[in-house]
């Protein structure tokens, strides 16, 4: 049987869902396909942890298409065999750049990650727009859209000929687009997510669809005022970071827990990381039930996706990129998670 072809996937007519990640790679994503294909239905979600109730209600509507992007949903795998079991119809594409789980390609799945090929770290806005070049759409004049989705996700290493492309057709943007307008952009699109939670995400996809160029976001008056707002308690939480923070020098680690009504651990972790190239930071947010655990480490000598993997088995969910990883676990369970990952981490940094 031969492979099944994206582009005719992306034609199946009918009922789609486009399902997208809630940070600015999985918005920008979103934006470009739904240019070209308005009629899927988008869904935003926070992560690839489907519970019961959302995979029943996917099932019961039993869509024609799901378009996956930005979420490795991979990790669910049975999740998504039941899909398909229940719905026998449905055609799904899965479009994804973290570490591969399981080879989900089928006669009824299209399953697209770089890491097929290479440990590239590629952005899925990156892979979204070259997808659209290669079937057809005319994509090009929205290349800043899939740009500032690599400036959210911090793939330049991996995208550069993608800047490259946008810097050539936008060159009023200059050469290093993470400090020209686009970059300020993305932290206005951030803003949004980070004040407005799921309300936010809408509303920046929504700024996006209806924009003209990428001055419009500039001119967005809830963006900018979301920016302020959001700016305000990331001063107070960087001091109170310098302050409280745990440091473990031997491990080269920093232990935070943040406390702050708005969703910005991921952002914190991301900022701090960035001033601490050489530290691994862990922000961790006590919830009802759960901790979430947000880890980052540019220094590459330990894989946090790994890492990660180890602490929270058979006690959690997580993973992510060799650099950028996420867990949850439940809140009895934290001291284990803790335990394991400074004995694994010891072991690593002693070899």
């Not at 994804?96 to 770290?121: C, E, G, L, Q």
């Not at 407005?196 to 500039?218: F, N």
């Amino acid at each position: 049987m031969s492979k099944p072809k994206t582009g005719d996937f992306l034609d199946t007519k009918g009922k789609g869902v486009l399902l997208y990640h809630t940070d600015l790679d999985g918005i920008c994503s979103a934006a470009m396909l739904l240019r070209f294909y308005p009629d899927l239905k988008p869904v935003p979600r926070e992560g690839p942890i489907s519970d019961d109730r959302f995979i029943k209600s996917l099932i019961s509507y039993r869509p024609d298409l799901v378009v996956i992007v930005d979420l490795p949903l991979d990790q669910e795998w049975k999740k998504l065999d039941r899909l398909q079991h229940e719905s026998p119809e449905t055609r799904i594409v899965l479009i994804d750049h973290h570490v591969i789980t399981k080879d989900m390609n089928s006669d009824r799945v299209i399953h697209i990650n770089p890491r097929f090929r290479s440990n590239a770290y590629i952005a899925t806005s990156s892979l979204v727009y070259n997808l659209l070049k290669e079937v057809g759409k005319p994509v090009q004049p929205l290349v800043w859209i899939a740009a500032i989705g690599v400036i959210g996700d911090y793939a330049f290493e991996d995208c550069r000929e993608l800047l490259k492309e946008c810097a050539k057709l936008y060159p009023e943007l200059g050469k290093d687009l993470a400090k020209s307008a686009l970059g300020s952009i993305s932290q206005l699109l951030m803003s949004a997510v980070i004040l407005d939670g799921t309300t936010g995400v809408e509303k920046g996809l929504d700024i996006l669809l209806k924009a003209s160029g990428y001055r419009t976001l500039q001119q967005s008056k809830y963006l900018t005022e979301s920016n302020k707002k959001v700016s305000k308690e990331i001063d107070r939480i960087t001091k109170d970071f310098k302050k409280k923070a745990r440091e473990y020098p031997e491990l080269d680690l920093y232990i935070y827990t943040i406390s702050s009504k708005l969703n910005i651990v991921s952002t914190i972790s991301t900022m701090t990381a960035a001033k601490n190239p050489d530290k691994m930071i862990l922000i961790i947010r006590q919830e009802k039930q759960y901790v979430k655990v947000s880890a980052r480490y540019q220094a590459g000598d330990v894989n946090l996706n790994d890492l990660i993997k180890f602490a929270v088995d058979g006690i959690g969910s997580g993973g992510g990129h060799e650099k950028a990883a996420g867990a949850v676990v439940n809140r009895k369970d934290w001291p284990e998670f803790k335990k394991r990952l400074m004995q694994k981490l010891t072991e690593l940094k002693a070899r």
